[in-house]
């Protein structure tokens, strides 16, 4: 500091000023460089695993594609994959979750299951399973795994810190889709040979209820944050029905007003893709025959039919931003949920388009994760 004011004096007065100045400016700047190194500000991005539309690699090819939430879903980063089938081409993406407990993100293929740490984006662990791997989901705690078997007879519970096997829960339904309850109590499991939605006992994997029978087999479903009541597609049905958690009853068959079933390029049922916005106060279904989104008021009960959307390609999943503003469309399309109108198309780095079944959010404050959503549209009001 003496010899600064040594130097100082020697300087000519506008000199001295100028340095004074630098000085200041420094002396303030500090404080708030301090303050982003220790609070940086949270980000929030859409992970989208692709080949996410079966093994369709011109949807987005074979990665992550990950984009900014906060830049109108502008492209950020592309991160490569595992996940290869024995022939060495890339296998469809059956599914995708986030664990904060891991810091990883997992993604689910025809083949097996691969862990990738989301600070380093470098593979953790790739499994293969016996039976291959569906859509799977992650406990709320992040420490837990049910990977369904590829429509096949069970479920596998996995660690998710290892990989390893924990227990098998064999529903012989076909098993495909799978969803955790907020509470963590219980695992929602549906088959594609089955019309009831088996609900397993986190705790004891076992087998609690089952929600049915619904009219045809069960596919995409969701449920609502209290977990009272089940939203189904079913097979043949341009709508979907509802069942009740507690009494294992169906309550209501809703069907779409106004729109024929139609032939659909995938799936194979005219309804793949139904979500609760999280305020629960809507249902949003997907039309594969008539690409459209078809929403229903949810505060009325049966819920009743209220608009419909055009998306640019067969919709074959719906989900929602963490914050409810947001509509999730397999298609690539991003929806203002309160205007109904495309805000955003999802491109990547060469502008082409990306679409995935298998997408999720998570948020990220530096490097490291810190909030996440899922890749269902459940509903998040808990108190019922």
Not at 5 to 14: A, D, V
Not at 88 to 94: C, D, E, F, I, Q
Request: hydrophobic letters at 35%; one cysteine or more; charged letters at 20%.
């Amino acid at each position: 500091m003496k010899s600064f004011s040594l130097l100082l004096n020697k300087l000519p007065f506008r000199g001295r000023g100028f340095v004074l100045l630098i000085t200041i400016l420094i002396a303030a700047w500090k404080p708030v460089v301090e303050e982003n190194r220790q609070n940086p500000k949270i980000k929030r991005y859409l992970y989208v695993a692709t080949p996410g539309v079966r093994d369709y690699l011109g949807y987005g090819g074979h990665g992550i594609q990950v984009f900014d939430m906060d830049n109108h879903y502008k492209f950020v980063k592309f991160i490569p994959t595992s996940g290869f089938h024995p022939d060495g081409k890339p296998s469809n993406v059956k599914g995708v979750c986030v664990s904060l407990a891991t810091n990883c993100i997992y993604i689910s293929t025809l083949e097996g299951l691969q862990c990738i740490d989301l600070t380093t984006e470098k593979l953790v662990w790739e499994k293969p399973f016996e039976g291959g791997a569906d859509r799977m989901a992650v406990s709320p705690d992040g420490k837990t795994i049910y990977l369904p078997s590829l429509e096949k007879e069970f479920w596998n519970v996995i660690d998710a810190k290892t990989g390893d096997i924990i227990t098998k829960i064999v529903t012989n339904s076909g098993s495909h889709n799978t969803l955790y309850g907020l509470s963590g109590k219980y695992v929602y499991l549906a088959g594609l040979k089955s019309p009831y939605l088996a609900v397993a006992d986190a705790k004891t994997h076992t087998i609690a209820k089952q929600i049915g029978p619904f009219n045809a087999e069960v596919r995409p479903f969701t449920i609502n944050g209290a977990e009272t009541l089940a939203y189904v597609n079913i097979n043949n049905l341009l709508g979907f029905e509802i069942g009740d958690i507690k009494t294992g009853k169906k309550l209501y068959r809703i069907e779409v007003q106004g729109f024929n079933k139609g032939e659909v390029k995938r799936h194979g049922c005219p309804t793949h893709g139904i979500a609760l916005t999280p305020d629960e106060k809507e249902v949003w279904i997907c039309d594969g025959a008539n690409n459209r989104l078809h929403i229903f008021d949810n505060t009325v009960m049966p819920p009743r039919q209220v608009n419909t959307i055009t998306v640019k390609d067969m919709p074959g999943w719906i989900s929602f931003s963490l914050d409810g503003k947001h509509a999730f469309s397999a298609t690539g399309d991003i929806i203002d949920v309160k205007t109904r109108k495309i805000i955003a198309s999802l491109e990547d780095k060469n502008y082409n388009s990306v679409q995935s079944e298998k997408m999720v959010e998570i948020h990220f404050s530096g490097k490291k994760p810190i909030k996440t959503g899922d890749q269902f549209g459940m509903g998040k009001v808990v108190n019922d």
